[in-house]
């Protein structure tokens, strides 16, 4: 194998020796501490908690788990196989720490990974390298990969697949015994932290493929005794994948990956967008292209089968998006910088431009993690990201309920509760959760999350809630949510934006179901958005009991959007008013909120408000249709006829967005909200 050793870089003038020393150091450790900032987030990934919960089971039980405890679907059925490395760290720094802990080892590993991606992308670099390049390239790789740094086991082969490709390149340098046996001690830690150890083998296969595919072709002296030491390392590097306490488990856990039917619905092994290239990814791709464009004559074989093996698991599964900045991202780099490398010049212009914009960027990045609710000692406490679960996603409210009105089961839930509920209601076995292909076979896995698509929701839910003798379901907004409460054997007991929990009426949550029924809500805001605002005393009713539900969960949009009807066909103006005022705060973002209070705003005759909230509403218009009617009719009523217009230009089809508007006025749908209406 040959090998190619760095070039000795130019030495700088004295008179700038320290700073040009100091920059590598700056750079990285810039890009770092943001990576690390960025880091510190509410945690929401859904499969987090039963990680989690399942390394506390292990650190209380000594041993792993053979058979499922957390279930009641699958009790005592096979575990198949257990990140319990990754999992028993989670749960030991969780209870030293709790989530502040999780969300340090976050930031750490953010950080890790973006020296690691440096590192890397630094090696066999000659002359002067433009940082500003290296400065915007990390950052692309962060970017790329942040929502992929959440506490759970995939998280650390992130970092470890980083840390193998630097080694890799290291390899291809000098393929020491020290270097090579590195990589199936690598491996061994990889296959006790995380089940995707594979990965970390195929990479190592990979870049013994491209070594002997090289070797073959140019044949130099001593390539046969190179190709001799990677065999052998890699037939180490299969033995280290079984390296664990459930070998069998793991060979499972490689033979159900490609098998596995219930993977195509699971949202992270869906195949990546073609929009996905818009962002950071496709910037991160560019460049790769480019620097093995640039610097073809010393790109490696093996380097071209890991940028298109990456390449072709990223387009196959979202999961997988971290490998574009930390396996092929790190050989663009090289080779980009290689090309880019100015060795005649010691002290030019154009250094002190690239210093120029590297100092700028860096500023930059500063301000935006310092400034935008990012820790940090200017702005004090107030600004500082509390460690908690996302409220957005997990159902912490509803968890709370169940554990305070002590709701007993069995239970159904939505696939994406499951993790939270195992860990927060440990005394309520889940119906089911994110352990697919290592508890759950793929038929239940797939008649479980057909329900919301199936063509009447309430044939798919009844004979599962039969089979299990289902007492209590917690279930997301949408479809089965309006089946169950149009139900008669089922009653509302708890909701807001995030969850619904029903009971059985005759079941053991009998008096649960007298005491706490929610009869008005109808079980779902959707369900009674179309009540009939002439309907005085049901409208006091619901007001009573939307009261009641949003004092349960303070944070709940949809609720407040309701309260503000009802309040508004009582005549209460102002606190309708409030509840859509506050709605906006606790959602901004959300497009359809601002275009409520403007229509709200527009029939009470407030129209330079209403212009103003609608504006707002215009800046965050999502692609949603129904959004973009209702926003257009309410800049209608204003008399903003060209801003309607605009809004309907890319709904309209056979039709121009003039005559689609004016449809849509005709219908009766444009006429504005009247004081004393609903809003």
């Known amino acids: 194998m040959p090998i190619t050793e760095s070039s000795p870089a130019s030495k700088p003038a004295a008179a700038t020796g320290s700073a040009r020393r100091l920059l590598p150091l700056g750079v990285i450790a810039a890009v770092a501490l943001f990576a690390a900032l960025g880091s510190i987030r509410p945690v929401f990934d859904p499969d987090a908690p039963w990680h989690l919960r399942t390394g506390e089971w292990i650190l209380e039980h000594g041993s792993l788990p053979r058979v499922d405890p957390f279930s009641h679907t699958y009790a005592g059925k096979p575990w198949r196989f257990v990140d319990w490395g990754g999992d028993v760290l989670l749960a030991a720094i969780y209870e030293k ?3 502040n802990g999780l969300e340090a080892l976050g ?9 690691l991606v440096a590192l890397t992308s630094l090696r066999r670099r000659g002359g002067r390298v433009p940082w500003s390049l290296v400065a915007v390239g990390l950052l692309l790789s962060y970017a790329a990969s942040a929502p992929f740094f959440t506490p759970r086991p995939q998280t650390f082969a992130w970092v470890l697949a980083a840390l193998e490709m630097l080694l890799l390149a290291r390899i291809d340098e000098q393929p020491s015994w020290g270097r090579l046996l590195a990589v199936p001690a690598l491996l061994v830690l990889w296959s006790n932290l995380s089940s995707s150890v594979s990965l970390g083998v195929a ?16 044949r130099q002296p001593g390539w046969q005794r190179v190709v001799a030491r990677l065999s052998i390392v890699g037939l180490l ?74 390449g072709w698991l990223i387009s196959r599964h979202v999961r997988m998006t971290p490998l574009a900045a930390f396996v092929a991202a790190p050989i663009g780099y090289r080779h980009l910088l290689a090309a880019f490398s100015v060795r005649a010049f010691r002290l030019t212009a154009w250094a002190w431009l690239d210093g120029l914009a590297t100092a700028i960027l860096l500023l930059a990045v500063f ?48 696939f994406h509760f499951g993790g939270y509920l195992m860990h927060e209601v440990p005394d309520l076995p889940v119906f089911i959760d ?13 008649e479980n999350v057909s329900i919301e698509r199936a063509p009447d929701p309430a044939k798919a839910w009844r004979p599962l809630f039969l089979r299990y003798g289902v007492e209590v379901a917690v279930v997301a907004p949408g479809r089965t949510s309006r089946t169950l409460a149009h139900n008669p054997d089922w009653t509302l007991i708890f ?59 303070a944070a709940t949009i949809a609720l407040r959007v309701l309260r503000a009807q009802a309040r508004a066909t009582q005549g209460d103006l102002g606190g309708a008013e409030v509840d859509l005022r506050e709605a906006t705060k606790l959602a901004p973002d959300i497009a359809y909120l601002w275009v409520r209070l403007g229509s709200f705003l527009a029939g009470q005759g407030r ?73």
């Open 107 to 115: 930031a750490v590993l953010a950080a890790l990974a973006m020296v």
């Open 434 to 446: 994110g352990r697919t292909r290592m508890v759950y076979d793929d038929d239940f896995f797939i």
């Open 367 to 414: 301000a935006t993690a310092l400034v935008f609710d990012r820790p940090n000692a200017w702005l004090g406490q107030a600004q500082r990201p509390r460690s908690e679960w996302s409220a957005r996603i997990l159902p912490i409210a509803a968890a709370a309920f169940l554990r305070q009105e002590r709701v007993q089961g069995p239970l159904f839930n939505s």
């Open 203 to 218: 990479l190592f296969l990979l870049f013994v493929l491209g070594t002997l595919l090289r070797g073959a072709w140019e």
């Open 495 to 553: 909701i807001d934006d995030v969850a619904h929990v029903y009971v059985r009426r005759a079941g053991p949550n009998a008096a649960l179901a007298e005491r706490l029924a929610y009869r008005q809500l109808g079980g779902s805001p959707e369900a009674t958005a179309g009540a009939d605002p002439r309907a005085t005393s049901a409208a006091s009713d619901r007001l009573a009991e939307l009261d009641r539900a949003i004092a349960q969960s």
């Open 607 to 679: 129209q330079v408000e209403a212009r103003r909230v609608l504006a707002t509403a215009m800046a965050r218009a999502p692609k949603d249709q129904s959004t973009r009617v209702l926003l257009a009719l309410a800049l209608q009523s204003v008399g903003d006829h060209d801003a309607a217009v605009d809004t309907l230009r890319s709904l309209a089809e056979g039709e121009s967005a003039e005559q689609l508007l004016v449809r849509l006025m005709r219908s009766g749908l444009g006429s504005p909200p009247q004081p004393g209406r609903s809003p």
């Open 97 to 99: 720490a709790g989530l």
């Open 237 to 310: 590097a299969i033995i280290a994948m079984f390296v664990s306490p459930n070998p069998l488990g793991r060979l499972a856990a490689v033979n159900g990956l490609g098998a596995s039917r219930s993977l195509a619905l699971i949202s992270e092994w869906q195949p990546t967008e073609v929009s996905a290239l818009l962002g950071p990814l496709g910037a991160i791709g560019l460049l790769v292209i480019l620097g093995i464009a640039l610097d073809r004559a010393r790109v490696q074989p093996w380097e071209l089968l890991l940028v298109l093996a990456s």
